[in-house]
């Protein structure tokens, strides 16, 4: 009972915005069972060790009705309330209708495990994650009908054996290919996070054996995520592709978490979010996503309509990335109706969806092009926002549609080059509007009018616009002349002469992007020293509106018919980013400028069909070096100045009105810290958290962490076992020989670096006991000086970068057996420098005093199948 009233208001029940009736009932549970597990618990908010119940190895564990409390072991992984640890193929493996109350350390946790339930279970204030799939190959797992509850969000954002407080959530998953099916989860600081690219190459013994930012999902629908203070479903950053696995999860073929197949194609699967409920949340959404389409989806009163970055044309052929879903605010209450909608040259189509009720304090409910131009984010900024029945009827008066670029959180060409297109009246009768900064359109052929703040101040066209964009390197600006184009060029922000076909170079994704007019004849030029592909349009898109799409260009003396229909293979709206994009690769049928000579493509090849989706992969043979990597610190965008001597802490540039961990999160890394610096150096004026935003400032100084430390290269790889230690993963895959540059000179005689290779025992060497690492910091002169003291050093193996401070020394050794891995370099001496190698090999050692002390943990009982469980420990 309540003796006074709520200071707040919360709500339940239905609410009504703009005639439109929304069920937002509260959760109403039950957490009391007939049978209660339970332990001693007098000092369990101080040590965060309870009781935990885990099933593995053979047999099966089914479970259903009861009440689990005071468990979890939070300095121990591994340590859960109820755990089903590497079961493989475990069917009849089930959590029903439990109530998991006061989680030190996760509620339930799937890991190495396939096909189980986890259905109808209660999770009450587990700290760190209500929902954990652990390693990244977990599949067709299906948790359904869940409600995990976090009382007051700072309570279960805590630090775990996972992360940092900010890394969990009530459902956090590094395997995706599992079945997320309608759960409520609320009150956590994100409620179900997939942290694909942070946890880029897996986890535990899944390590190098899977890429979770491109494994598809599973079945994701009818869920309902609210008052989380973060994110409601935050999915992050997934690309789904046709990746090929074992049984077990595993991959058999690195290269199928590529981006193209290998004939140029995409790789992509869609995968769909049916029926979701998102409300009271400050963000839903994700970074970067492509082949998801979202169908149904209902934002009622989140701070961000919907959040998102990136994404690219659906793989499938598909059009639309939202249909049949409603965006609503209330304006008495918290949030903000914005949908802050991707970046990118491909086109980004809504269907049959609606915007209701207020924008105020927001710059219009529809946005296009979040971040533009910045790290993260796609670019060029010339995507075509394809609007097909939305309707924005429901918008009280004054309020603003529409948005070409996100205020105050793009790049210039953020507010110049995206547009919105439409054959019906979803933009008010006109079939195109492009950014009012673009006046030459208002005398092309197009018939172009302004239009008012309603329409986000564009210019109305009855003619179609497309994108058209030149893939290649940095030639300084370009300039297209034609129509749009044929006015005096305004060098004031943003426009920067873009109004009269200045064309600036995106060095987040390599290329050059502008709107053109269909049909119109364009000449471009510049300083076109490079080989580039030039492309126009899409195919979907011009299929949508029923005929064929084209203009011509010309470059120097030759001119070309750029097609909607032309050959796209092996291009990608994201540009050379690496992992999500891909490096310029030509074809023939690519129209082609090299040298400054334009040469003229075709259609594409026959024989090449869209590849079918398909989640039953085959085993292959041996794979390719794959083009996937981990994010790490180096990648950091607008970096001012550097703070720290491993680079993720920075002066950061761009952050305006943006919190340091969404800079971080850009990059696919994770906040550890802000501050407000003095005078554009690395001294400290005030402490911020990764929450903050700093009034006034266009930068900030933001310390990051990456998902991993890179992978250190002495020790082997441990055997399978049930072991949760990440260290017994398979490391990556072998290293493809590259040229090697001239040989160094330097310290204890000639030196040939091998850039981007791992050497260690069992792949290519073995070390050299004592040195395996060298105890103490070494410089690279330092580290060579050593080797060459020592008889049977033949090479070191050091972290890639100017500076580095680790150093192994490796014997044995055979380059063509390393591990490609691009965060370590191995130096190797001349032969005529290297003693003869001992036959013997010298395998790596590490003395008792280096042995770290067991820590006492509970004894568990498996035989047969059966499990059980006692206090105590095991002194080893």
């Not at 956590?188 to 390590?207: C, L, M």
């Not at 149904?296 to 309509?305: D, I, K, L, R």
């Not at 085993?619 to 720290?644: H, I, N, Q, T």
């Not at 072998?734 to 540059?741: E, F, G, H, K, L």
Request: net charge negative; glycine share 12%.
């Amino acid at each position: 009972s309540l003796a006074e009233p709520l200071q707040f208001e919360h709500w339940g029940g239905h609410r009504n915005v703009a005639g439109r009736r929304f069920e937002l009932a509260a959760e109403v549970v039950n957490m009391e069972r007939n049978v209660l597990i339970t332990g001693d618990h007098d000092d369990i908010e101080a040590t965060g060790e309870g009781l935990h119940t885990i099933m593995t190895g053979s047999g099966y564990m089914d479970m259903r009705y009861a009440r689990v409390e005071h468990c979890g072991q939070r300095p121990l992984m591994g340590r859960y309330c109820l755990h089903f640890h590497v079961m493989r193929r475990c069917p009849a493996c089930v959590f029903k209708g439990n109530a998991v109350v006061g989680s030190q350390h996760v509620g339930i946790t799937v890991h190495g495990t396939h096909g189980t339930t986890v259905d109808q279970n209660i999770i009450w204030d587990a700290k760190a994650v209500g929902l954990y799939v652990e390693d990244g190959n977990e599949m067709d797992n299906t948790f359904s009908s869940n409600v995990v509850i976090c009382s007051w969000w700072q309570k279960c954002s805590v630090n775990w054996v996972g992360g940092v407080a900010s890394q969990g959530g009530g459902a956090f998953w590094i395997g995706m290919t599992n079945h997320m099916i309608g759960n409520h989860i609320v009150g956590h600081e994100i409620a179900w996070w997939t942290p694909g690219a942070f946890r880029g190459i897996g986890h535990g013994k899944a390590v190098g054996r899977v890429c979770p930012q491109f494994t598809p999902f599973g079945e994701i629908r009818d869920n309902v995520f609210h008052d989380n203070a973060r994110f409601g479903i935050y999915l992050d950053n997934q690309f789904p592709r046709n990746i090929r696995r074992d049984e077990d999860g595993f991959l058999v073929d690195h290269s199928s978490c590529n981006t193209f197949t290998p004939d140029g194609l995409d790789n992509g699967v869609v995968n769909e979010v049916r029926n979701q409920l998102d409300w009271h949340n400050t963000f839903v959404g994700q970074y970067a996503l492509g082949d998801i389409q979202w169908i149904n989806y209902t934002s009622v009163n989140n701070g961000h309509a919907m959040y998102w970055k990136q994404s690219k044309n659906f793989a499938d052929g598909r059009l639309w990335h939202v249909m049949d879903s409603t965006f609503a605010q209330d304006p008495n209450d918290f949030g903000c109706l914005q949908f802050l909608g991707p970046a990118g040259p491909f086109t980004f189509g809504m269907s049959n969806s609606a915007f209701l009720g207020s924008t105020r304090g927001c710059f219009g409910a529809l946005q296009a092009g979040q971040h533009c131009g910045k790290g993260g984010a796609g670019g060029p900024c010339n995507v075509q926002y394809l609007l097909d029945r939305v309707d924005f009827s429901g918008l009280d008066p004054g309020s603003i549609k529409i948005a070409l670029g996100v205020r105050s959180q793009v790049e210039d060409q953020g507010y110049v080059l995206p547009m919105f297109v439409a054959k019906d009246d979803s933009l008010g009768g006109f079939r195109s509007i492009v950014s009012g900064h673009l006046n030459g359109f208002s005398s092309a052929p197009a018939g172009c009018q302004a239009l008012g703040q309603e329409w986000g101040d564009g210019l109305g066209c009855s003619g179609l616009v497309r994108r058209l964009n030149i893939w290649g390197p940095d030639s300084g600006r370009l300039k297209l002349t034609g129509p749009g184009y044929e006015v005096g060029p305004n060098w004031a922000a943003p426009s920067g002469g873009r109004n009269a076909g200045e064309m600036y170079f995106d060095s987040q994704h390599g290329g050059y992007g502008t709107p053109a007019l269909v049909g119109g004849s364009y000449s471009l030029g510049g300083n076109l020293w490079g080989e580039y592909v030039v492309e126009f349009g899409d195919a979907v898109l011009a299929d949508f509106f029923g005929a064929s799409e084209s203009i011509r260009v010309q470059v120097g003396s030759q001119t070309c018919e750029l097609r909607d229909s032309d050959d796209r293979r092996f291009l990608t709206p994201m540009g050379y980013l690496h992992g999500i994009g891909w490096h310029l690769q030509t074809v023939a049928t690519h129209n082609i400028i090299r040298s400054g000579t334009l040469t003229c493509g075709g259609g594409q090849p026959d024989g090449l069909t869209t590849p079918s989706p398909s989640f039953s992969p085959t085993p292959s043979g041996a794979s390719p070096s794959p083009e996937v990597r981990l994010p790490f610190c180096r990648d950091l965008p607008d970096v001012k100045r550097s703070c720290s001597s491993d680079g993720c802490k920075v002066l950061a540039d761009g952050m305006t009105n943006r919190a340091c961990w969404e800079y971080c999160e850009s990059a696919g890394l994770m906040c550890s810290g802000a501050w407000e610096e003095v005078d554009d150096d690395c001294e400290v004026k005030e402490t911020l958290t990764c929450n903050s935003m700093w009034q006034g400032t266009s930068d900030l100084i933001c310390e990051c962490i990456q998902a991993h430390a890179p992978p250190e290269p002495a020790p082997a790889p441990a055997p399978e076992s049930d072991s949760e230690d990440p260290s017994a993963a398979p490391s990556p895959i072998p290293a493809v020989p590259v040229p090697s540059p001239p040989a160094d000179t330097g310290v204890g005689g000639a030196w040939v670096q091998h850039v981007a290779t791992n050497c260690y025992s069992g792949h290519g060497a073995n070390g050299i006991a004592g040195k395996d690492p060298i105890p103490s910091s070494r410089s690279l002169a330092a580290c060579k000086a050593e080797c060459a003291a020592e008889p049977r050093c033949e090479a070191i193996t050091v972290p890639a970068g100017p500076a580095p401070t680790t150093c192994w020394l490796r014997t044995d050794l055979v380059l063509a057996s390393c591990l490609a891995f691009d965060t370590y370099d191995t130096w190797v001496r001349s032969a005529g420098d290297v003693a003869p190698a001992s036959t013997t090999p010298q395998m790596s050692t590490t003395s008792p005093a280096q042995t770290e002390p067991q820590q006492p943990a509970n004894i568990y009982e498996h035989i047969g199948g059966h499990i059980g469980s006692w206090g105590g420990w095991c002194t080893c």
